[in-house]
Each structure stands twice: as C-alpha cells, then as structure tokens.
C-alpha cells in the first residue's frame, strides 16, 4: 500500500520559532509537494520539488523554505513562524511514470502558533 | 492561467438519494481534471480523474463524474449517496505546461439519514 506519512499530526508552536515539518514518501515518486490548507480558500501550493535538491515556489511561498536531499524526504521550514501561519500543511507526492498522474496525499499537520 | 470553481460550499442531500457536487474549470489547453476527497482529520483521497476519451469516468466508492467540453465543466456524481460520503470534495486541474495542481475552494457534502 502506497504511503505518504507526516512527521506530526498536531504541532503547537509560539512565535518566531523556527518550526520543521517532514514528509517522507515510499513509493519512489520523483515529485512532491508542500500545500497549506485553509477553510474557504482550498489547497494552496507553497513549494513544490520535482528532484532531489530541486525545487520550485509556489504561489505563497513567503515565509517558508524547503529542502529535499532525499529522494523520498521533503521538508517544509518555517523560519520564523507566525499566527499567520496557523494553518493545516498537507504533503503530496506524485510518480513520472503516469502521464497524468494523481496526487498521494500524507495526513496532514495542523499547526497552531501562538 | 488555469482554475477551477466550485460554486457550493455545501451540498446537503438525503440518504439514498443521487448526488452531485459541481466543478467548472478553465485551462488553456487540454484539460486533465481531478476530483479528490477529505474526510475529517485526514490527508486527501484520489477519487478519479479525467485525461481524454470517454465523458463519463467511474471512480473509487461508487463515484463518477461527467466532464462536459461545452460547459467546461466535471461534476461529480453518484447514484445513491451514503451517510459515510459525507466529507469535503475538492475538484483540481492540472497545470499542463508544470507540474503543478490548482485545487477549488471545495464542497462539504452532508448526507442525512
């Protein structure tokens, strides 16, 4: 069974910590992903890497590093974290070898700073 | 640039009774579509997609869903819906020159006993 699993469920950090969550991917996958989600506003794509230290910014990428020297490991760093960045982070790989391929999804982090 | 819309927040629907959530997109090119389900505490589940041929895609779960060229649209369907569908859908398209998905606002569907 295909698995995309998340450092922590539940994260509780206060302000200007800097704040590390991990995504690790068995499926071999070559792409993933680093999306924040919040309620009304859907999936927001704040990084994404298509090779081991590649990567690309996506649409709210301020506030927020990545690295991946792994093929299946992807982190998303908060350097300095805000309330702002109180959200649910959602990880998501997918494979080269479909020509249309679907995201796998991790469970999800949600993070609350205060 | 490429979107989608789903123009619900939320869908309420009796037990046993067919459902729709709806999806309306806009790409510039051939239009690869997605649709994925959240249920409470939890990541995203693939349902279905839709890359080219046949209008009509069966999906996980009983689900399918009609993509519509003329419309620009790809509502999502189901015969006979169950009180376990209840979760929140999002409909995605995929940004065909990048690897890139963009994700609607999503649907909670609430289906009463």
């Known amino acids: 069974d295909v698995k995309v699993t998340q450092s922590s469920r539940y994260l509780v950090k206060r302000t200007g910590e800097k704040v590390f969550l991990e995504c690790v991917q068995d499926?071999?996958?070559?792409?993933m992903f680093w999306y924040r989600q919040d309620p009304g506003l859907g999936l927001r794509l704040i990084y994404f890497?298509?090779?081991?230290?590649?990567?690309e910014k996506g649409d709210i990428p301020e506030g927020y590093s990545v690295s991946r020297e792994k093929k299946e490991r992807f982190s998303l760093i908060l350097e300095s974290a805000s309330t702002n960045q109180t959200s649910m982070y959602l990880c998501?790989?997918?494979?080269?070898?479909?020509?249309?391929?679907?995201?796998?999804f991790g469970p999800g982090t949600r993070l609350t700073v205060t | 640039a490429q979107s989608v819309a789903q123009p619900e927040d939320q869908v309420n629907v009796a037990e046993g009774n067919p459902l729709t959530v709806k999806c309306t997109y806009s790409?510039?090119?051939?239009?690869?579509l997605f649709w994925y389900v959240q249920y409470p505490n939890r990541g995203l589940q693939f349902l279905l997609k839709?890359?080219?041929?046949?209008?009509l895609v069966k999906g996980s779960y009983g689900f399918e869903a009609e993509f519509n060229k003329s419309q620009t649209s790809f509502h999502l369907k189901k015969p006979s819906a169950l009180v376990s569908d209840s979760a929140l859908y999002f409909c995605?398209?995929?940004?065909?020159?990048?690897?890139?998905?963009?994700f609607g606002t999503g649907t909670r569907l609430k289906v009463l006993a």
């Open positions: 998501a790989s997918t494979t080269n070898r479909d020509r249309v391929p679907e995201q796998y």
């Open positions: 499926m071999d996958h070559e792409n």
């Open positions: 890497s298509y090779d081991v230290k590649m990567k």
């Open positions: 790409v510039s090119g051939n239009p690869y």
């Open positions: 839709y890359i080219t041929g046949d209008n």
């Open positions: 995605a398209v995929r940004d065909g020159g990048t690897y890139k998905y963009i």
